[in-house]
């Protein structure tokens, strides 16, 4: 009947049919191991002095229970490998969907970000990393500002003329300690 259960349609990806078919297996050698212990047991009998027949049915009850026992330990062992052996083989299969998933999701988001222009593929962001470098060089403008003059363009828009903003970071004194970037 497991074995019936493990070759259905239904039971064709699932990863518990081996464990079935095992269990199946294992279970129908059982009848034969005890026809087997019997006539073993039969042959010894009859090659030594007759035994009663309460001895007969203590040593057929302790046989039977011996190989049930055989069996069960047998079974429980082969099917705790099975399952280590699924759980492995499972484990890695999600190491590799996850990995997957995750390099999918970033060249997603990657190819998201530059089709809209969004991010750092943004115009704006650009243009916020060159005020950025302005105001690192620059960093505190009210004396160039105050120097400057405020004039007016044809439009009515007021602007400072004559500030000069430094592009390139100032060189430090000798002998002054190097700032590291990134404020480590």
Known sequence: ??????????????????????????????????????????????????????????????????????AFEGTRKEAARMIRRLDHTVAIRMGLYVGAAFVAGCMLTGGVLFATGTGPFNPDAQAGAAWRELVQNNPDPRALLAAGEVRTDRTGRRYYAGVSLWMDPSPLPPGAPAKSKGGQ
Request: no cysteine; hydrophobic share 45%; proline share 6%.
């Open 1 to 70: 009947m497991l074995a019936t259960a493990a070759a259905s349609k239904a039971m064709r990806h699932d990863p518990y049919k081996h464990i079935l078919t095992g269990l199946s297996d294992t279970i129908g050698v059982l009848p034969t191991m005890v026809r087997r212990w019997e006539q073993a047991v039969q042959d010894v009998i009859a090659a030594r002095h007759p035994l009663t027949p309460e001895e007969r049915a203590d040593l057929a009850r302790a046989l039977v229970e011996a190989t049930k026992e055989g």
